[in-house]
Nanobody, 123 residues
Framework: QVQLVESGGGLVQAGGSLRLSCTASGRTFGSYALGWFRQAPGKEREFVAA????????DYTDSVKGRFTISRDNGKNTVYLQMNSLRPEDTAVYYC????????????????WGQGTQVTVSS
């Protein structure tokens, strides 16, 4: 069992930055791939970024490439999402999720989810 808790969301103006954190319980954090997803009102949950257990395999959705950076600290059982140059269309609830070993872009392939943290970008 893995429990995930996100933090770091908030309200920011367009062009600003936020750093989301997701801290996991469990002694096997290093075995898991971690992903960030987001869901805006009235829209489906969408993939944002993912990182494998060692940090050498990373993927981003096209709309955040060059603006967002995913990283992890296995010693702290934490994955981060650094979000720069934020846009109003980035407004959503952001969720972290975990699955064993390999990264995936598909929410259905993740086994554990956090409760989400709200990110609001004003224009």
């Amino acid at each position: 069992q893995v429990q995930l808790v996100e933090s770091g969301g908030g309200l920011v103006q367009a062009g600003g930055s936020l750093r989301l954190s997701c801290t996991a319980s469990g002694r096997t954090f290093g075995s898991y791939a971690l992903g960030w997803f987001r869901q805006a009102p009235g829209k489906e949950r969408e993939f944002v970024a993912a990182i494998n257990w060692s940090g050498d395999n990373i993927d981003y959705t096209d709309s955040v490439k060059g603006r967002f950076t995913i990283s992890r600290d296995n010693g702290k059982n934490t994955v981060y999402l650094q979000m720069n140059s934020l846009r109003p269309e980035d407004t959503a609830v952001y969720y972290c999720a975990s699955r064993l070993r390999r990264i995936s872009d598909y929410a259905r392939e993740y086994n554990y989810w956090g409760q989400g943290t709200q990110v609001t970008v004003s224009s």
